[in-house]
């Protein structure tokens, strides 16, 4: 095993900074669809809902202390594309990068996990710069981490539990762990699972808890670590973000990366949840 001090110095955020890319729906679509003038809705003086921001750390081989993170399929195409439906923006390696990566079938010596990270590292990786630009820029906005587990069968039940889609809160009790936090965290794990369970029910059958795709509110991987390193989730929360943390099964990712219209539904799930506990439900 090798040990921390002997491990390569990561390498430059700048350089970094360019084998990530960044996903602005609006400003992709800009001059598309724009409205026709005139045509501005009744509550236009009304301040819109901040830009959801979709990470997908987990597209390429990183170093996790002294094992190797394997990537986690479709993660970054999912997070493009749920940005993509949301008006939102996504992070990701880049595709060039996915590829070299795979191919190399190893990390770049020094590029870290970003979802074990020391909380004081955020600055010397892309995607900790990155979410702190986002959260400057949006204040409050919704945050949810896109992650890969494996399908609920055989070793999985016992090591993971049961479920298509894990819905981690976590991160949202915070390092205080208060009763204000607590009911934050369990209002927003509750709509989530709700909308998704409602979604998976209508788009593939069954009741979305035990008949085809499930859901798992209570999941072991819930977006918070206690062993003082960071996920991302957590690094959103601190930043001001509201950050969930979704792990979604390989069965579950085939399909939605099949199904564009099934993408957007998830996705739209997942952002109408957010409004509904934005505004008080």
């Known amino acids: 095993m090798t040990s921390s001090s002997s491990s390569p110095p990561p390498p430059p955020v700048e350089r970094e ?3 990530v890319v960044v996903l602005d729906a609006v400003v992709a ?3 598309v669809d724009d409205a026709a003038p005139g045509a501005a809705s009744a509550d236009a003086e009304r301040p819109p809902p901040s830009p959801p921001i979709f990470s997908a750390p987990h597209g390429v081989f990183l170093h996790r202390a002294s094992a190797l993170k394997v990537p986690e399929e479709w993660t970054s195409f999912l997070a493009e594309e749920f940005a993509r439906a949301c008006d939102g923006v996504a992070i990701a390696w880049s595709k060039d990068e996915r590829v070299r ?3 190399a079938r190893d990390a770049v010596p020094g590029r870290i996990d970003p979802n074990c990270c020391d909380p004081a590292s955020d600055a010397s990786h892309p995607f900790g710069v990155l979410l702190r630009r986002h959260a400057a820029a949006h204040p409050g906005a919704l945050h949810v981490d896109v992650h890969g587990r494996r ?3 055989g070793d999985a039940l016992v090591d993971i539990g049961r479920g298509d889609v894990d819905v981690g809160t976590g991160a949202l009790r915070g390092a205080s762990d208060d ?4 009911a934050f965290a369990e209002r927003v794990r509750r709509a989530v699972s709700r909308r998704l369970r409602a979604f998976l029910a209508t788009t593939w059958g069954g009741d979305g808890d035990g008949d085809g795709f499930e859901v798992n509110d209570d999941p072991v991987l819930a977006g918070a670590r206690a062993d003082g390193m960071h996920t991302m989730s957590q690094r959103g929360v601190e930043l001001g973000l509201v950050s969930v ?4 099964s390989l069965r579950l990712r085939n399909a939605l990366r099949a199904d564009g219209d099934a993408t957007r539904g998830f996705a739209h799930a997942v952002l109408a949840a957010w409004e509904e506990c934005r505004s008080g439900g």
């Open 17 to 19: 900074l360019e084998s």
């Open 245 to 248: 943390q979704l792990e979604l």
């Open 101 to 103: 990566s795979r191919a």
């Open 151 to 153: 399908d609920p069968e």
């Open 179 to 182: 009763e204000r936090s607590r």
């Open 29 to 31: 679509r800009a001059g």
